[in-house]
């Protein structure tokens, strides 16, 4: 055999070696020699095996790739499945607050010609940012803020890129701790060894990256899983590296360890026999932090001593807000910012079922299970008030268990936004049903409908009164506080005015509060709620779901009130003229006389004369006569004039015209034409 004929056999030798290497290329390296990685700008291969990206200066751009290409498509039109795991570890400088990051990349060329520094990490520019010509894919694990506001805006983030900047997905860099989905945050600029995992399905299109502490098992939730089509942005020939940069704010970036592996798991990291990198700052670096540290325990010091001396106001504000932590530790879970801005559009205005003097109620989709919530955003301004109410929201409604009261799944603090999260309600309000004014204002309630409602807020009711371990007062009962399901069930909610106390004794709360409409008249005096002003409310709402109309009208020249109304129509003559003309005939006599005879008798000015709520569940059941109706004949019907007697012997009417006679008396064809 001629020489020429051992030169072709060797030339076809070497091109099929290549061809299975770039099939099944699989490399280990714990430390790095300088065969092991092709480097460039500041990259360099430190004495202890370390690669090292860029030093703690500014304006550096370092990258190095493995020198062999990756084969991506194997002959199909699938990007190939590939993983690979690494370590790396960032050493900030603390006087420019560190900067910016590095990336892992799959490239066409072993290099980024003309790429700049700061935000674009050493791989893209400013005029092909973005292009789809660049054919690159990288996964950024980024420590600065600023590139891009949408979606970098927690400059401790990992981000998918494709081609560009912009992630396609981004999270603040966290991990699920022990096994657990508890997610713990992972400080990437900590200078601190820190483990990553990237890896690519190529058959489902499925890229998940994952991130944890040096001392940590790999977590079993990714921190990023996205599905991807790597297929229309990699070329079939490719190389993977790494590209850090550093500009006004610098950092010092290192690999560590690196494992890479295509159509199959990268193998795991001898984590022992990884170089180290020595966590050293310079000494006037140091001296500062000391200064910086003693500034601060002595101003500490300072602060302590003044609240020690501090007035009793100040001291209170304190440790109420002690008192907040407190109950955050019992109560139910505490969701995340970000997953509560993801279920709401970014509490979008679109997404508002409700609003109130406290804020607005979005609806949401948690896409961590798909289920429907209500979150209730509270406008607190960070004020003391605001954070009363979100505290007593909590504490009273988060261990609060009932079928006829709103279920609290959770709640979140950020910044100033206080978030209440509780189970969502599909048919809205009662009282956008009654008046028919919300996006489901086709349904019309009908008796057996309104009657079932009146029933399950009385078994609420009595529930907080009567029957948890606290006494519950609501102090805010009305129509738009009860919500119903789509079973038609009523859910009373919205404990943002509640208020707890032991059994057997009385409210010390001092303050009015409620709505007009609905206060009973001894709190405008007293200032004290109790149950019996809850009864009040209630009897208040029994009048309007009988009636059809609320509390309240604001008239040219007066007010038009609902209990005055009623009252006169049962003098006049027939007290059926109060019910809600839509109704027509279609309820049952018997129940309406309940319902208008027990609202008057409720809302009775006299504290003393109100029943309680089990007896106001025992009229509505018909286990007891209601005292208006007791002595009259069952025999035959009930008689106009005997229930009028009867409500005039109870001195209903009388003390309700005289406690509103600063309104003026109301007509039945006033109130008819005027509402």
């Not at 945050?185 to 890896?199: D, R």
């Not at 738009?480 to 032991?502: C, H, K, P, Q």
């Not at 009988?546 to 604001?554: E, I, N, Q, S």
Request: hydrophobic share 40%.
């Amino acid at each position: 055999m001629d020489l020429s004929s051992h030169l072709l056999i060797l030339c076809l030798i070497i091109l099929c070696n290549s061809f299975l290497i770039s099939q099944s290329l699989e490399f280990v390296y714990s430390g790095f020699n300088a065969s092991d990685v092709t480097v460039g700008g500041s990259a360099s291969i430190e004495a202890s095996g370390a690669l090292k990206l860029t030093d703690k200066a500014p304006n550096l751009i370092g990258h190095a790739f493995h020198p062999n290409s990756i084969s991506m498509f194997n002959n199909s039109t699938n990007a190939s499945s590939f993983s690979t795991c690494f370590v790396f570890q960032i050493l900030p400088d603390y006087a420019s607050r560190g900067g910016f990051g590095f990336a892992f990349t799959l490239s066409p060329t072993p290099g980024f010609p003309g790429a700049e520094g700061d935000h674009y990490l050493g791989i893209f520019n400013s005029t092909n940012d973005m292009n789809s010509t660049n054919h690159i894919f990288l996964v950024e694990f980024d420590t600065v803020n600023g590139y891009n506001e949408e979606s970098d805006t927690d400059g401790n983030h990992v981000g998918i890129n494709l081609n560009g900047m912009k992630p396609i997905a981004a999270d603040s860099a966290t991990y699920s701790k022990n096994g657990t989905r508890a997610e713990e945050e992972v400080i990437l600029e900590s200078g601190e060894p820190i483990q990553a995992w990237i890896e690519y399905d190529g058959l489902k299109k499925v890229l998940n990256v994952t991130v944890a502490p040096i001392n940590s098992s790999k977590p079993i939730e990714p921190l990023l899983s996205e599905h991807v089509d790597l297929s229309n942005v990699v070329k079939d020939q490719m190389y993977a590296g790494f590209s850090a940069a550093t500009g006004k704010k610098f950092s010092a970036h290192y690999i560590l360890g690196w494992s890479f592996k295509l159509n199959g798991t990268a193998d795991p990291l001898d984590i022992d026999r990884l170089p180290v990198v020595p966590n050293v700052e310079p000494s006037s670096t140091s001296n500062d932090k000391l200064k910086k540290a003693l500034i601060a325990t002595f101003s500490v010091m300072i602060f302590l001593l003044l609240i020690a001396l501090g007035s009793i106001l100040v001291y209170r504000r304190v440790t109420k807000f002690e008192h907040l932590e407190d109950w955050e530790r019992e109560c139910p879970r505490r969701f995340r910012y970000r997953d509560l801005y993801k279920a709401t559009k970014g509490f979008k205005e679109s997404e508002i079922i409700g609003t109130g003097g406290f804020g607005a109620v979005f609806r949401g989709v948690l896409h961590t299970n798909g289920s429907e919530v209500a979150v209730k955003k509270i406008m607190s301004n960070n004020s003391l008030q605001g954070l009363r109410e979100f505290a007593a929201e909590i504490e009273s409604l988060g261990r609060l268990r009932h079928k006829n009261l709103v279920n609290l799944q959770g709640w979140c603090k950020h910044k100033k936004d206080l978030l209440i999260v509780y189970d969502y309600v599909a048919n809205g309000s009662l009282d956008s049903l009654l008046y028919n004014n919300s996006k489901n204002g086709n349904i019309f309630l009908n008796w057996e409908q309104r009657f079932n409602i009146i029933k399950g807020i009385a078994s609420g009711l009595l529930y907080l009164h009567e029957e948890w371990e606290q006494v519950v007062i609501h102090r805010d009962v009305k129509s738009s506080n009860v919500l119903i399901d789509a079973e038609m069930n009523a859910r009373l909610g919205d404990f943002g005015l509640a208020r707890l106390y032991d059994h057997g004794k009385n409210s010390h709360t001092t303050n009015v509060v409620g709505t007009i409409g609905y206060i009973a008249p001894e709190l405008t005096r007293t200032g004290k709620a109790s149950a019996s002003t809850d009864v009040f409310a209630f009897g208040i709402l029994l009048l309007e779901v009988a009636c059809g109309r609320a509390p309240v009208v604001c008239e040219t020249a007066r007010n038009m009130i609902l209990v005055d109304w009623v009252v006169e129509c049962m003098q006049v003559g027939n007290i059926y003229d109060a019910v809600d003309a839509r109704l027509g005939s279609n309820y049952v006599n018997e129940e309406m006389e309940i319902v208008l005879g027990l609202g008057l008798l409720c809302s009775h000015p006299k504290a003393e004369a109100r029943p309680n709520m089990r007896q106001v569940i025992r009229y509505l059941n018909g286990d007891e006569v209601l005292p208006v109706f007791d002595k009259l004949s069952s025999a035959g019907s009930r008689r106009v004039d005997e229930i009028t007697s009867r409500f005039l012997s109870l001195g209903l009417s009388e003390s309700i015209i005289n406690s509103s006679s600063s309104v003026g008396r109301i007509s039945t064809s006033s109130f008819h034409s005027g509402r």
